[in-house]
Structures are given as structure tokens and as C-alpha cells.
């Protein structure tokens, strides 16, 4: 056996690199974050072969004087933290001082600095663990960090790196993290002396579009709500935008990149019933929170935390968001196709309440702002609605019950001929000009016989066939009313049932198809979620105790949990080291599943301090009951019933997607039609 | 060759006794069949489904051969209630197909051989053995068995306890939520015994039991239970299990006892009953002095309220139930009057028929 002996400083420098510069991303990562701590404000990347050969970074941050160039690149030297005290509330993004000793230790580095003060540059070289001493160069304020051949020293390592494409898109990667988290710096990425991305500085939405792409931030909900010292802001996808992959999640706690499993199961669980189950939702949000409640100091690269207080933590990202995705009702979220149009409310409303709803609302205000408010009669502004753009719109009117919705049919036809509701036919079956029965004047719109301002222009192409149809009855009124296309709501006006199983209704912006069984389904859901969310769970103590067979770990929780489960319906008890009684279940839920649904409860209690599998588990009964609840295809609905649908659908909250994740409804715009026919070509 | 030739309505009946245990859908096509055998005027019909298994018999017109056959239970029986009653009617068996010709219809049936009928062998073994009127017997069982559970892991409480010591049967049922238990004194004293009935056969035997004084045999054995009544020949495996101590559910000493008319009480919660929720079907229950008011909610906050006038002069009370347990209670019994013992809220709540020991029921409240 060989004896003991030290290691070598620079083999254990070599080792610990590991751990932090595991390949060139890691590395870039690492540059770049001191940039940032540096106070950069413009950032430019250059790599070569995905970094393995080069990685350098240039900033124009404060720099580094040069007597302390060489304690740079000295372990466990940083200039960020001093004490505990400061550990604890840490907000820079560096702070453990080992990231360039360790990138020292393993590839050739070259530190450019000026600081504002100094009248010049100086550079130092390090190699191999070596450091000469600096030597004066010429730059501006700021600092340069050139590492070349990463690995070099460690041909071990080295060979665990992939290609230069591979380690090109994971550098790609770890950079747009860092771009989303400050779209206040500008940044530049070039590889093998191409510039491949440019991001000037701009605002949150502006970054977010960027990096991710303009069709993920015209269909994201945005979101910004704060309670209790938390912050939650961000955008969130709607749910058919999910993708299949995990990797557009991007989570940061306190402007740090992190993976954290409390918060995306939070998040994962406020999409639940809105996603398909094999979809994994999309996302950039920031968590801010005291840095005191929360450890960054866990792992090394520093992607992971632990928050003091998890179940919380927990809770409130998993209400926040799904108060997000539960203002994807048609109102909320603009029209269709044009969905996105200020659908990123963040900075235009950064004052706003920060409140989901309100956000969201907000945005959806902007949104109607190039069109529905727009064309609204003047009669709209005397209801006393200042600041029409604050306003969501359509105002989340409470009720456009059915009855109401026949009066505006009277109104359209004359009150003269006016039939009983039932009587309405569908539209097909009376040879009318199916356009004609469409709209009905929006509640407070100019009352019938006042004269109407001229139509606003979305409509114009289909002119003509409103004009055709109007030949019969009061036709300068209906005119009127088909034309004046602000006094549609969101989802339009039933025109007619397609094979039983679409609607199709006229709308502001155009045509709009509905899945009928889909939305009617969603309708009932969500009523009766909203049910039963306000009478808690009524619990059915047992005569005959169910025994349940439970590990230590389960028998733990049990003790720890035990004020949690009466709220929840249950009531446990320990019977043996190994047993539990379950002595009562919430009456809702099927006693036989009781024990397994006991024990899942114990795991997430375990794991995030909270549990929703009741919550889910009542939810997905409820859903079973409106599947059943629902219309089904085949089933022919009367118009004012189509329109009924559509009121509701207005109304309720997740509108946009069925339980199952499918979309309810889709628009097509006049513009689009128009390109079909090639009108205006 | 000719099987048998008969009138089609000495053949319905038994077919129709014998139907209910043949499972629709089953991975072993002969249990899906029914059993004919024939010997002089003689013929036998057994259906089974490996748990229970019931043998009727009927005499026909001829039945030249001793022989046996299976074919489809459910097509048999759906051929002889199609036909005109009091048709006649003639079987003929070939290797394997059976024909039933009626006047001017005929039906080529697919068969598989008798031999081939997986029928319960009786444990040769006897224990107890008693026999009661059929009429007592059902009503028995008809008290308790809607408390049975479904298909419960605890697979001890799908069925129904039948207990026999002294002279005295008593038979339980619970689901775990709520139980019932009634007792009735046997003509003659006969060994102790404890068997639980799986569900169905407690369904299939208030089914065939007939509201008559004629008797009834039950014998224990072993494993098997036999119920021999009328032309009747039912025998069932019984659940090997531990059924739970139900004297220690059944609450003792109970002092708010309030005797209210049944059927006023059972239309009062039925109407009650359409504003509860659908879902949950919880109903409150407030005593006051001199009365009992029925209260349901539902979702969408609307209410029914029922008021029933009783002799109450103790505490106030507010407990809530599931209401279909407390409206099976109701439909099950007969009597006049029920008489309601309560706790407290948390408490189970006993239902008894005034002035009769033989009856007893336990729920337990909703916290709604
Ligand atoms: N781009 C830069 N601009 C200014 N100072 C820098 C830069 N990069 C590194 N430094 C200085 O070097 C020190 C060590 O960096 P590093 O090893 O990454 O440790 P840490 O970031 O954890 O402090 C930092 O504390 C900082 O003072
Ligand atoms: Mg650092």
C-alpha cells in the first residue's frame, strides 16, 4: 500500500475545476457573470471551435487595478463578500472567488484590465498554474479575459468534451439564460469570428422576444404578482404552445439562473389541467425574494438553491401562474391570430397592480387598444370608463344571458316579428344571408334608430355581403349593426353549426370556429371547480378505520402533518410503527383509493411542505363529470344556444384550451381569408 | 335426436332462475352457458359462475334419453321469451348443435359438451344447519344488504355476515361507512357457525327467495354454503375472511332519541334531496325542541328545507350526513315509525325500529 501524502496545490486546483468548469459553457458562464457583477454594460463573446480552443470575453465593466490582476486568478480571492453576514445576503452573481483560479489552473488565460481611474491597461498571463507578472497593455475601461485550450493541462477531461457544435450550443445556451436576466446589457456572440447573435439592450418583452423568438412572446401570458416580500414576474406560455422538450424553462431566483425542483413542480402543477400530459409548458420567469430566505450557496456552478421556506415558496409560484394561464379566457388575451399584440404588458404597465389579473387584464386592455376601443361608439365614454386602456375589455361584463342575447336578435329583425327564443331555427334552414344573423349591438351600444358612426375598417372587405343581405327589413339599422364592428364581443356572433361538431361566429377581426364539445366541456369544468373551490372539502369520518400499511418515512410525515390533513378532508392516525388508521376521507373522493391517495399526499407533503393531489384528484373527478356533462358532437344547437356558449366561454376562466390541453377555438382573420381569395392583390 | 319436447313456459321459468348468475362477459366461454340435463320427465338447468351456483329443475313432456348439454344461457332464454307463450316446443341435440324447433321456427344452436361444465362440487363435509321460511330469510337480507360494500379491498366486507348461535341467526352488512344488523330466533337450536356471503349470491338469493312460510334449508360446508328451497338447489362459496366486531360499532346509551314517521321522513329527505349537492349528497340535520328540520345546499347556494314536527325536548343538534345512507335505511324497512339515536355531532347515529330489538343501523355523520 502507498502511503499518504498532499496533494499538490495545483492538482487540487485541477480537481475542484472540475466541479466548476465542467465543460466550455460552464466557463463562459462563469466570465461572463463577473462581467456582470463588473457593472458591464456591453458584452461581447468570441469563441473558437465552441469554446474549446477560445473562449474571450470583453466588458466594460470597472476593471481590476493591476496590483490585484494576480489575486484575480487567485483561489479563494474575491472582492464581492467579506464575511458570513454578507454570504447570507449575497446578490451578486460570483462570490466564492475560485472560478478564474480554476479556469487558471486548467487552460491558458490572459486578463486585459483598466480600471476608470488607472492611466492605463496592464495584462497578466497565467498558464498551467504559473502567473507572470503584469505587463502594461492598451484597452479602454473595462476588462478582456482570453482562455485558450481549455483542457489542455487535463487531457483526461479534455476527452469528455463533444463536438465543437455540441459545446457551441451549450455556450448559445448558458448565454441566452444570461441575456434574459438583463436585457438591460447589450450583448454580442461570435464564433469562429462570425457575429451569430446580437442583442442590443431593450426591455424585458423586447429581450424576451428576442431570445426566444417573436411567436413565443406574441402567444405568452405575462405575469407580475407580489405577496408576502415575493416577487413573481415573467412571462408564462399559453398552454398550446407547449413544447415537448423541457428546455424553454428558463427560472431565475433573484436574477440567478437556477433548477430548482420545488419550482417547476409548482409551476408544472398550475398547468395541469390546461396541458397535455406529455407537453412540458413553457416559461421565463424571475422569483425575487429576500436573499436571506434563500441558499445559493449549495452546489458550485450555483444552479441549484434551497429556500428556507419551500412549501410557501411552492404555493405562491403555483397560484401565481395559474391565476396567469386562468386569464386565457378569449376576452383576456386579445383576439386569435393577433393574440400577442401587447399581450407583453410588463413594461408598458410596470406600474400597474401587480396582480395577475390585473396584469393580465392590462395587457389585454392594450391589446383592444388598436382595435376594439378604437371603433367603440362615443356612447361608451359617457358610461364613465376613464382610461379606456386600462380597462380590461370587454369589461368582464357579470352576465349576457341567453335572454338577452334574443333581445338583441329582436333588435336586428324588428321587434314586429319578433319570435320566441325557441322558435330561432339555425341559420341554415331559413335561406337567409348566413352574415346577417351574426352580430347583435353589444350591450350599451347606440340604442337601434341613432345614428351610427361609419363602420370602422376591418369589416370593409365584407361589405358587399352585408349590403346583399340586407334587402329585407329595416336594412339602414341592420346595417348598422352587422357593421359596427365594436360592438362585437371577443368571440363574435354564432353564424351557423358546421357537421355538428364547429361553430363558426363572426367576429371583430373575422371568422372564429369553436370546438363545441371541447369549449362546452372546458365550460362545465371550470363551474364546477369554481363550485366546489369555495366549500372546501366536506369530510366522511369511517365507521370501520382503514388500515394502511406505512414506512418510517410516511409515519414521519404523518406526525409532522398532522394539523394539514383535517383541512384536507382526512383524518390519520398512527396505529404501530408501521400502520396508520384512516379514520376519515373527504366525501367527494372514492374511499377505496384512499390509501393511495394518502400516500402521495405524504410525498408531496414530504418533498414541497404542500400538497395539491387532493386538489388534482377532485379536479380530474370534475373533469370526468364534464366530459359527461357536455354537449356531444352530433348534438345540433340553436343559435342562440351556439351563442350562449360563446358568452360563457367569454366568461370563464382557461377558456382557450380543453382539460386535455387542445385549443377550444381558433380564429381566422380577415386578412387571412382575403389572402385565400387573393383579394387586394 | 331427439332431447326434449316441452311447453315454453315450463322451460322460462327455470331458465329465468338460474340467469342472473351467468356472467355477460367471461374469458371461459362455458360459464357463459347453462347446464341441461335430462333423465325421464326430468330436466335439470345449472348455471355457474364458479362462486355461486344455482340448479333448478322442471319436469317436460319427454325426455326420451338420459343426456347432457350446455349452450348459451342468454340466447336460450332470449329465444323462449320471444316465442308466443304456451307454444310447444322440441330440442334435438347432434354432435354439437342443438335445434329448438317451435311450430314454424327453428334455431341451430352451438353447444359444448355436458361433461365439460365446471360445476361446484359440495364439500362433503357438514357444520350447521338450520331452515327458516323463505319469506323471513329474504326479508333478512334485505334489510342489510344494501349496506355491502362494493368490491372493497377489504374483500371481508363484500358480502353479508350470516351468524348463527343458540337459536338465534344474525346477519350484518357494512360498507365501513355506515351498518346494518338485524336478528331473528330460529324454530330449533343448532351449532355455532360464522360465514360471510359474497355479494351477488346475497343478490341472487333475495331475488329466488319467495315471500312464503315454505322453508328454506341453509347447511354449512366447510367452505360452501347450500340454500335448498322450492325446486331451488343454490350453493356459494363463502368470503374466508375476518368479518369486523360489529357489537363494537353499534352504539350503546345514546340519549337523543327522537321517533319520527317513517315515510314522512323519507319523502322529506327525498325532496330535500334535490338541492344537495350532486356530488357529495350531504343533508343536515337540526334538532330543536319539538322538531327535526332537513337541510340541503348544493353549489350553486340554493337551499331546500324541510320541517318534520317530533317530540324532542333535550340539547340542539347539528349533524350532517350523507343522505343516500340515510334514505337506504328508509326504503328498506317497513314500519311505521323509525326511531333515530343520537350523540353528538361527531358520533355515529343509530336507527331502530321502536319497540323491536331485531333491528339496528349505524351511520356515521358527514362533516359537511
Ligand atoms: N470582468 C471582470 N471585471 C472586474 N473584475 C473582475 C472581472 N472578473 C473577475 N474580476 C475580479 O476577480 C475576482 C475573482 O473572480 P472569480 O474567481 O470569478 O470569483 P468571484 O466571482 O466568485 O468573486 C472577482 O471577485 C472580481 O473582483
Ligand atoms: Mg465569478
Known amino acids: 500500500m502507498r502511503a499518504i501524502e498532499r496533494l499538490s496545490p495545483a492538482l487540487i486546483a485541477q480537481i ?15 466570465l461572463v457573470e463577473n462581467s456582470l457583477d463588473a457593472g458591464a454594460s456591453e458584452l461581447a463573446v468570441h469563441l473558437t471551435e465552441g469554446g474549446i480552443r477560445l473562449i474571450r470575453v470583453e466588458d466594460d465593466g470597472q476593471g481590476i487595478p493591476q496590483d490585484q490582476l494576480t489575486l484575480a486568478l487567485t483561489s479563494h480571492a474575491t472582492s464581492k463578500i467579506r464575511d458570513l453576514d454578507e454570504l447570507e445576503q449575497v446578490r451578486s452573481l460570483g462570490f466564492r472567488g475560485e472560478a478564474l483560479a480554476s479556469i487558471a489552473s486548467i487552460a491558458d488565460v490572459r486578463l486585459l484590465a483598466r480600471t476608470a481611474t488607472a492611466d492605463q491597461a496592464w495584462a497578466i498571463r497565467a498558464s498551467g498554474g504559473q502567473v507572470d507578472p503584469p505587463e502594461p497593455a492598451a484597452r479602454t475601461r473595462g476588462c478582456t479575459i482570453t482562455v485558450e485550450e481549455l ?257 338583441h336578435y329582436a333588435v336586428l329583425f324588428g321587434a314586429s316579428d319578433r319570435r320566441p327564443p325557441e322558435s330561432v331555427q339555425p341559420l341554415a334552414t331559413e335561406g337567409e344571408s348566413t352574415a346577417l344573423r351574426a352580430p347583435a349591438p353589444w350591450p350599451g351600444a347606440a340604442p337601434a334608430g341613432t345614428p351610427v358612426p361609419a363602420w370602422s375598417d376591418p369589416f370593409a372587405s365584407a361589405a358587399g355581403l352585408h349590403d346583399a343581405g340586407a334587402a329585407d327589413g329595416p336594412a339602414g339599422q ?97 396505529m404501530g410503527p408501521e400502520t396508520a388508521a384512516i379514520r376519515a376521507v373527504p366525501a367527494l373522493i372514492d374511499e377505496q383509493a384512499s390509501a393511495h391517495l394518502v400516500r402521495e399526499l405524504l410525498r408531496e407533503l414530504r418533498d414541497f411542505g404542500a400538497s395539491r393531489v387532493l386538489t388534482e384528484r377532485r379536479d380530474a373527478l370534475l373533469a370526468g363529470f364534464a366530459c359527461h356533462g357536455a354537449v356531444r358532437a352530433n348534438r345540433s344547437l340553436t343559435v342562440p344556444e351556439m351563442n350562449a356558449l360563446l358568452r360563457d366561454m367569454e366568461r370563464i376562466e382557461r377558456a382557450d384550451q380543453c382539460n ?12 387571412d381569408l382575403d389572402k385565400l381569395f387573393m383579394r387586394g392583390e | 335426436m331427439l332431447l326434449i319436447k316441452a311447453q315454453r313456459d315450463r322451460l322460462l321459468a327455470p331458465l329465468q332462475s338460474v340467469i342472473g348468475i351467468v356472467e355477460r362477459r367471461h374469458t371461459l366461454p362455458i360459464l357463459s352457458n347453462v347446464l341441461i340435463e335430462t333423465a325421464g320427465d326430468r330436466l335439470d338447468i345449472t348455471a355457474t359462475d364458479l362462486e355461486v ?70 364439500n362433503p363435509e357438514t357444520g350447521a344447519s338450520f331452515s327458516l321460511p323463505q319469506g323471513v330469510l329474504r326479508k333478512l337480507l334485505e334489510r342489510v344488504q344494501f349496506a355491502m360494500a362494493v368490491q372493497d379491498i377489504r374483500f371481508y366486507l363484500n358480502g353479508t ?45 333475495i331475488k329466488l327467495l319467495q315471500p312464503v312460510d315454505d322453508p328454506v334449508q341453509v347447511t354449512l360446508h366447510g367452505n360452501q354454503v347450500r340454500f335448498e328451497f322450492g325446486s331451488i338447489d343454490l350453493i356459494t362459496k363463502v368470503i374466508d375472511g375476518k368479518f369486523p366486531d360489529y357489537q363494537r360499532v353499534i352504539p350503546t346509551g345514546h340519549a337523543k332519541i327522537v321517533e319520527v314517521d317513517r315515510l314522512l321522513m323519507q319523502q322529506a329527505l327525498q325532496r330535500a334531496a334535490i338541492l344537495s349537492n350532486e356530488k357529495i349528497r350531504g343533508v343536515r340535520l337540526l334538532l330543536t325542541k319539538d322538531s327535526l328540520a332537513v337541510v340541503c345546499t348544493n353549489n350553486e347556494q340554493e337551499e331546500a328545507q324541510e320541517e318534520l314536527e317530533v317530540a324532542y325536548n333535550q340539547e340542539p343538534l347539528d349533524i350532517g350526513f350523507n343522505i343516500a345512507y340515510l334514505l337506504d335505511v328508509l326504503n328498506h324497512l317497513s314500519s311505521e315509525q323509525v326511531a333515530c339515536h343520537f350523540g353528538d355531532t361527531n358520533s355515529s347515529v343509530l336507527i331502530t325500529v321502536p319497540g323491536q330489538e331485531d333491528f339496528k343501523y349505524v351511520v356515521m355523520p358527514m362533516r359537511i
Open chain 1, 16 to 30: 475542484a475545476a472540475g466541479e466548476v468548469v465542467e465543460r466550455p459553457a460552464s466557463a463562459l458562464k462563469e
Open chain 1, 151 to 407: 483542457y489542455a493541462h487535463t487531457p483526461a477531461r479534455r476527452k469528455f468534451l463533444k463536438s465543437a457544435a455540441t459545446e457551441f450550443g451549450h455556450c448559445d445556451e448558458a448565454l441566452r439564460r444570461l441575456a434574459l436576466a438583463r436585457p438591460d446589457v447589450g450583448w454580442k456572440l461570435h464564433h469562429n469570428g462570425r457575429l451569430v447573435r446580437h442583442w442590443a439592450a431593450c426591455s424585458l418583452p423586447a429581450r424576451i422576444s428576442d431570445v426566444m423568438g417573436e411567436a413565443f412572446a406574441q402567444e405568452a401570458l405575462p405575469l407580475e404578482v407580489a405577496a408576502g416580500g415575493l416577487v413573481l414576474r415573467g412571462v408564462v406560455g399559453r398552454p398550446a404552445a407547449a413544447k415537448l422538450g423541457r428546455d424553454a424553462q428558463y427560472v431565475y431566483v433573484n436574477g440567478r439562473f437556477v433548477r430548482d425542483r420545488i419550482l417547476s413542480h409548482a409551476i408544472r402543477q398550475a398547468y395541469q389541467d390546461v396541458l397535455h400530459h406529455e407537453r412540458q409548458p413553457v416559461y421565463v420567469l424571475f422569483l425575487e425574494l429576500d436573499p436571506a430566505l434563500v441558499d445559493v450557496n449549495v452546489h458550485p456552478a450555483k444552479t441549484e438553491v434551497r429556500f428556507r421556506e419551500s412549501g410557501a415558496v411552492h404555493r405562491f409560484v403555483f397560484l401565481a401562474v395559474q391565476r396567469a394561464l386562468a386569464a386565457t379566457s378569449p376576452g383576456a388575451g386579445g383576439i386569435g391570430l393577433d393574440a400577442g399584440a401587447g399581450s407583453i404588458g410588463l413594461d408598458a404597465d410596470a406600474d400597474a397592480d401587480a396582480d395577475a389579473d390585473a396584469g393580465a387584464g392590462a395587457g389585454a386592455g392594450a391589446a383592444a387598444g388598436n382595435g376594439l376601443i378604437s371603433g367603440r361608439p362615443g356612447a361608451a365614454g359617457s358610461t364613465g370608463t376613464v382610461g379606456a386602456a386600462r380597462q380590461p375589455w370587454p369589461p368582464r361584463q357579470s352576465a349576457w344571458p341567453l335572454q338577452q342575447a334574443d333581445t
Open chain 1, 478 to 574: 341592420r346595417v348598422a349593426a352587422v357593421t359596427d364592428t365594436a360592438v362585437l364581443p371577443p368571440l363574435g356572433f354564432a353564424l351557423a353549426q358546421l357537421h355538428g361538431i364547429y361553430i363558426l361566429a363572426q367576429a371583430a377581426s373575422g371568422l372564429v370556429i369553436v370546438d363545441m364539445h371541447a369549449a362546452h366541456e372546458r365550460v362545465v369544468y371550470e363551474r364546477l371547480k369554481a363550485s366546489f373551490g369555495e366549500q372546501g372539502l366536506p369530510s366522511q369520518p369511517l365507521l370501520i378505520p382503514r388500515a394502511m400499511a406505512v414506512t418510517a418515512l410516511e409515519a414521519a410525515a404523518i406526525e409532522e402533518f398532522a394539523e394539514v390533513f383535517p383541512s384536507l378532508g382526512f383524518e390519520l392516525a398512527l
Open chain 1, 660 to 671: 386535455h390541453g387542445r385549443p377550444t377555438w381558433r380564429a381566422v382573420s380577415i386578412a
Open chain 2, 53 to 122: 351456483q344455482v340448479r333448478t329443475w322442471t319436469s317436460v313432456t319427454e325426455s326420451p334419453m338420459q343426456d347432457s348439454v350446455t349452450l348459451s344461457a342468454r340466447k336460450l332464454h332470449d329465444i323462449l321469451r320471444a316465442l308466443p307463450a304456451g307454444s310447444d316446443l322440441a330440442m334435438e341435440a347432434s354432435e354439437n348443435r342443438l335445434t329448438v324447433k317451435a311450430s314454424r321456427s327453428r334455431f341451430n344452436l352451438q353447444t359444448l359438451p355436458g361433461r365439460d361444465f365446471p360445476q361446484i362440487a359440495l
Open chain 2, 161 to 205: 355476515l350470516l351468524s348463527v348461535a343458540n337459536s338465534t341467526l344474525t346477519v350484518v352488512a357494512t360498507d365501513g361507512h355506515r351498518l346494518s344488523f338485524t336478528q331473528q330466533t330460529l324454530p330449533e337450536t343448532t351449532a355455532q357457525a360464522e360465514v360471510i356471503i359474497p355479494r351477488k349470491s346475497v343478490q341472487e338469493l
